[in-house]
């Protein structure tokens, strides 16, 4: 019984046995002719910056390394102003990064063969910092967008402004002035218009419309860079994300309906390129008596809530773009509060200075009108004696020019003694 199973079990694993050989010695050969393959690293590697906050790293294969290798590849590392790395087929790559403390790489063949890394040695270039102490640059730079319906519908519905603002680097001169740039994918732009602080340096900027797509991937660069007759101002570059700085606008005409017990509210999406699905809400319904809070989180644009009759309720609300339309951002502003209820709170407040403002209205005019009848009173005396003398004036014209009698009067009796001389003399 034995003996023949113990057979059956050698002819299987033979054949096994042999295989596992085979493979082992076609490994060794492969191996083998592997070290024979000599990576070389590529050559002319240059970096050049070719816009804001972007450069192109270019590179040429080894002209004596041999092409019928179509598996090699380039392992490019960043080594400042932050590390990174990747591999890339092609000879060329453009990466976006701060440039203004210089930028460094290196880059080198590899080549996958028989799951293992082949690599020649690396070959480096760096570009150099900006001129200038890191002191002179500005600190500080923030920078958002907001969207705004375009004056030029027919062109685009919508424009994407930019703010940003910074402050003046510790030792910047006095004279120093700062200039900014932004560049979003292909477009470059230098800021128009500058807020300045007392020393008439540029603090502040502010584009109203940009190339800038808040729907878009690309980062935005900005550059500030500047000038003095007295220090090397050294340029500063940030990136940011489009998503991460877009100032969403409030929800659009939102009206608040009161039936019995009830709040109808409704609203429309804010101005924004983004279609009506891609926005949820906050609702906040602030209960002025009690001073209690109701956050609502809302997928759409209506809300329906039951209300205490005899309160004053503010209602505002607030949107952001869902993760389904763009990577998350932060809450856009509060639409401005709406009140709604039975004592009309803040109609309350308002009549309050109201009132008292037009009693203070009143009592001026009231004693102003008293002055005039002071000062009416004290000037009347003297008049008498003018009177006179255009009665005087009244003979004489009479004896002139009797015609002229009408607009004479008129004219003379409103002059005072003063004018009443140049009135005389000009006259005749
Ligand atoms: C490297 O650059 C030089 C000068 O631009 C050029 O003549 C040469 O052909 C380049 N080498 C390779 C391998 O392309
Ligand atoms: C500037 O930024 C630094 C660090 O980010 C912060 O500590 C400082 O308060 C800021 N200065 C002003 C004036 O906002
Ligand atoms: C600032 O940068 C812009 C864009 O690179 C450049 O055209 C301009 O000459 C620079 N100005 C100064 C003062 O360095």
Redesign the pocket.
Known sequence: MDSPARAKDLTIMLPALLILVGAWATLQADLLSDRKVLLLPPVNFTIKATG?AQVRLRWDPHPDQEQRDVDLQYHVKINAPREDEYNTRKTESKYVAPLHDGFAASVRSILWRSHSLLASSWVSAELKASPGSSGTSVINLTCTTNTVLSSHTHLRPYQVSLRCTWLVGKDAPEDT?Y?L?YRFGIW?E?CQEYSRDALNRNTACWFPRTFINSKGFDKLAV?V???SKHAA?K?FDQLFTPHAIDQVNPPMNVTVEIEETSLYIQWEKPVSAFPVHCFNYELKIYNTKNGYFQIEKLATNRFISKIDDVSTYSIQVRAVVSSSCRASGSWGEWSQPLYVGKEKKPLAEWHLIVFPATACFVLLIFSFICRVCHIWIKLFPPVPAPKSNIKDLLVVTDYEKAAWNETKIEVVSCVEEAGFEVMESSVF
Request: proline share 8%; glycine share 8%; net charge negative.
């Open positions: 804001l002035q200039f740039y470059t230098e550059h860079n500047g000038s101002i340029p």
